[in-house]
């Protein structure tokens, strides 16, 4: 089973993930990470923090000669702006944030939640996704997340080739699908920040190339859209996922809601094996399975919670009204969330893929692959 679990601190030492079930003999390709982290550090709107990080994988296991060993694989980020044991706890908690239900839980100071929950931790979980995109490449499966919605302003995406979207979102200081709408954008980013304030957004994911039958229907723990939305969930600040349509379906009737089938002779060599629909409702999942479209999952990441005008808070010491303390923050980073929910979402369609056909090593799962595409056209 492929998975991978965290370690760190926002301002410790090091931040590390540990992959594992990662199949052998695959090249990484360390660059590629650290250009996905580089996109989670930008996006208009962050704070000073990224200007002292320069987020790098380092590889320190699983692998030999720069290909994967089948054994599990430890990511590093390093912190460059470590200083932990230097600084003070907070007294006041930060309505939004973890810090008053974390130390009461855990009968300890703020700072012990803060650090572990802060949103930094993203940036090895985006490392992890970005090498399970490097497995799924090697299928021919493409991923792409992007901004749709900030600050209550909807970016429609321009149609386009999946490599012409690509240019338009790093063209995007959004990282939108609609360059156009920028300087828009920008300025109530701008203004939100004068004000103290924060904004939040809505990103989308969109992987093509997905075969029919990666998931499952027979547990409902093993539900391909049941593991996404609790990876997706699971990101600090996200608030809600969809999966297609979404909340829009319980809107409209059937007939509005689920896709026709239709079959395509010219199609039957491809992925979808000629079964196409003229709409994509489902999002490419029905039934905890893939369906042969594309997977579409959009998540709602509200507002950062530390405000430079801060909220109505306690002081834990005295009990008296106070407002909330101040730590530094950006004032928008739903486009950074963009990055970290394609990476995270990666993640889980490789988990799916690898216990479709198999994770001891990339032969025996491309082998597994072109015999399961065979089968099923023949059926």
């Not at 590629?32 to 320190?60: A, M, N, P, S, W």
């Not at 429609?156 to 300087?183: C, F, G, M, V, W």
């Not at 994911?205 to 998931?215: A, N, Q, S, Y």
């Not at 809600?240 to 007939?255: D, K, N, Q, T």
């Amino acid at each position: 089973m492929l998975r991978y679990w965290t370690a760190g601190e926002s301002h410790g030492k090091t931040l590390l993930a540990l992959v594992d079930g990662f199949p052998a003999g695959l090249e990484i390709d360390t660059d590629g990470i650290d250009v996905e982290l580089r996109r989670r550090q930008g996006g208009y709107g962050r704070g000073g923090r990224q200007k002292i990080e320069t987020d790098r994988v380092e590889v320190l296991s699983g692998s030999w000669q720069n290909k994967t060993l089948g054994s599990p694989i430890a990511l590093q980020v390093i912190n460059q702006d470590y200083k932990i044991e230097r600084l003070q706890d907070l007294e006041r908690p930060r309505p939004g944030h973890g810090d008053l239900t974390g130390a009461i839980k855990f009968l300890g100071p703020i700072r012990a939640i803060l650090e572990r929950a802060s949103a930094r931790e993203t940036a090895v979980r985006v490392a992890a996704g970005a090498l399970a995109k490097q497995l799924l490449e090697t299928f021919d499966i493409s991923v792409i997340g992007y901004v749709v919605e900030l600050g209550g302003i909807r970016i429609e995406p321009q149609k386009a080739t999946l490599t012409e979207q690509r240019k338009l979102r790093d063209t995007s200081e959004i990282y939108s699908l609609n360059p156009d709408q920028d300087a828009k954008i920008k300025q109530l980013i701008d203004d939100t920040g004068e004000a103290g304030d924060t904004l939040g957004g809505i990103v989308e994911t969109r992987i093509e190339g997905l075969p029919f039958g990666i998931g499952t229907h027979a547990q409902w723990d093993q539900k391909l859209d049941g593991k996404i939305a609790q990876a997706v969930m699971a990101v600090q600040a996200i608030k809600g996922v969809e999966i297609g349509l979404g909340f829009e379906a319980a809107r409209r009737p059937g007939s509005k809601v689920h896709d026709p089938i239709v079959y395509d002779e010219t199609q039957a060599k491809s992925r979808n094996l000629g079964y196409t629909r003229p709409t994509n409702n489902a999002g490419g999942l029905e039934a905890g399975m893939t369906n042969g479209q594309a997977l579409v999952v959009r998540a709602a990441k509200k507002p950062i919670s530390t405000l430079r005008q801060p909220l109505e808070s306690v002081n834990l010491e005295t009990k008296k009204t106070h407002t909330a303390q101040y730590e530094r923050s950006d004032v928008c980073a739903v486009s950074a969330c963009s990055v970290i929910i394609e990476n995270v979402v990666a993640f889980e369609v490789a988990c799916a893929f690898c216990e479709k056909f198999g994770n001891d090593n990339i032969t025996e799962m491309q082998a597994r692959f072109e015999l399961f595409m065979k089968l099923a056209r023949e059926r």
